[in-house]
């Protein structure tokens, strides 16, 4: 890993965990999705102060070099993030919709 990726990697987890951390102070994001952004900017931390970890790990999987498994972890873990939130997403339009139909209901009775 080059040095030059090594500070763009610390620069970009710091970035992260301090927007993250402006954002829960100022009570704009919720705790469970702010504990996702903590732990993936620590883990480009992590990774990034420590290049041994990132150099090991891709001679056990076979990815030719460090950035690349780097890119490929980012990516595996925010297509996690992806699922996750489709899954809270579809649960919150199951739940509008029976609000909806509920205070339809609700209307339709009143008004009789």
Do not use: C
């Not at 102070?25 to 900017?41: A, E, G, P, T, Y």
């Not at 739940?95 to 009789?112: F, G, N, S, Y």
């Amino acid at each position: 890993m080059t040095p030059t990726f090594q500070v763009i990697l610390i620069l970009t987890s710091l970035i992260t965990a301090g927007l993250i951390l402006r954002r829960i102070q100022k009570s704009q994001v919720q705790i469970q999705d702010s504990l996702f952004w903590l732990f993936f900017s620590g883990l480009l931390l992590f990774l990034s102060l420590f290049p041994k970890v990132a150099e090991t790990v891709t001679n056990l999987l076979g990815v030719s070099l460090p950035v690349n498994f780097v890119f490929l972890f980012i990516i595996f873990l925010l297509i996690i993030h992806q699922f996750q939130l489709t899954l809270r997403l579809s649960k919150l339009d199951n739940k509008v919709k029976e609000l909806v139909q509920t205070l339809a209901i609700e209307r339709l009775k009143h008004d009789e």
